[in-house]
C-alpha cells in the first residue's frame, strides 16, 4: 500500500488526491438569479444527498482566489434558494459549457443553448432539457476558509414524464442516463448497470428486471 499522511499535504495535493480519488461523482447543475436578474448556471461534483427526513442534500462550493464568491454561492446566501438538475448523456456538453466563465449579466443558459421554465416554489427557473430538477431553500450553511457548503431542503421534483412511476414511487432506469464527473473534464456515463444480489438478475425472458427500475 502506498501510505500518505494527509496531515502534511497542501491544499492541491489533497484537492488533487481525493477529486481523482473519490469518483465518479455526480453532478449538480444550478440555476440561481443574479440581482440584475439574470439567470446563472454553474455545475458542481462535490454534491450529493444527505439525508430524507427533512429531504436534504448537498453542494460545496468553493472560493475564488481573490476571496470572492462565485455566483452560485453569492446568490444562494442572498435569496436562499436555488434549483439542483441532473444532467443526462443529451445535455452533457451544454452542462459542461455552462462551467465557462462568464461576466455576470451574461446567463450560462443562453451561452450553452439551454431554455428556461418557471419553478413552482422558488424564483430560480429550472432547465427545460434536464431529465430532473430538484427546487431547492437554503436549510443550513458551513463555511470554512476555502468554500461554502450548502444544505439545501428539497421543496419540489419536477421530473420529465414518464421518468417517476408516482403509484409505486419507483423511476424508470431504462429512460434514465445521468453523467458523472470523473475528474478534470473527464466524464463517465451510468449504462453498464450491474446487479449483485441473485434476486435483482435479470430473468430469462422477462419483460423488464429489477435493475431497469429502482
Request: charged share 20%.
Amino acid at each position: 500500500m502506498t501510505e500518505i499522511d494527509f496531515t502534511t499535504l497542501d491544499a492541491y495535493a489533497r484537492y488533487k488526491l481525493m477529486a481523482s480519488l473519490i469518483v465518479p461523482r455526480p453532478i449538480a447543475l444550478i440555476t440561481t438569479v443574479s440581482p440584475d436578474g439574470t439567470v446563472n448556471a454553474a455545475p458542481f461534483s462535490m454534491f450529493n444527498m444527505v439525508g430524507e427526513d427533512p429531504p436534504v442534500l448537498m453542494v460545496s462550493i468553493n472560493k475564488l482566489q481573490d476571496g470572492q464568491l462565485k455566483d452560485t454561492a453569492a446568490n444562494i446566501l442572498r435569496t436562499g434558494e436555488f434549483v439542483v438538475h441532473i444532467a443526462d448523456e443529451a445535455m452533457a456538453t451544454a452542462m459542461h459549457r455552462c462551467g465557462d466563465r462568464l461576466p455576470m449579466h451574461e446567463s450560462e443558459l443562453v451561452h450553452a443553448g439551454l431554455h428556461s421554465v418557471p419553478s413552482h416554489q422558488v424564483g430560480p427557473p429550472r432547465i427545460d432539457e434536464a431529465p430532473v430538477a430538484f427546487e431547492c431553500v437554503l436549510h443550513e450553511t458551513m463555511e470554512t476558509d476555502s468554500r461554502y457548503v450548502f444544505i439545501g431542503r428539497i421543496v419540489w421534483l419536477g421530473a420529465r414524464d414518464g421518468l417517476i412511476d408516482t403509484a409505486r414511487w419507483r423511476v424508470h432506469l431504462q429512460s434514465y442516463f445521468p453523467v458523472g464527473r470523473f475528474g478534470a473534464s473527464f466524464y463517465v456515463n451510468c449504462r453498464d448497470r450491474f446487479a449483485i444480489d441473485a434476486a435483482d438478475a435479470p430473468q430469462a425472458g422477462a419483460a423488464s428486471t429489477a435493475i431497469d427500475e429502482i
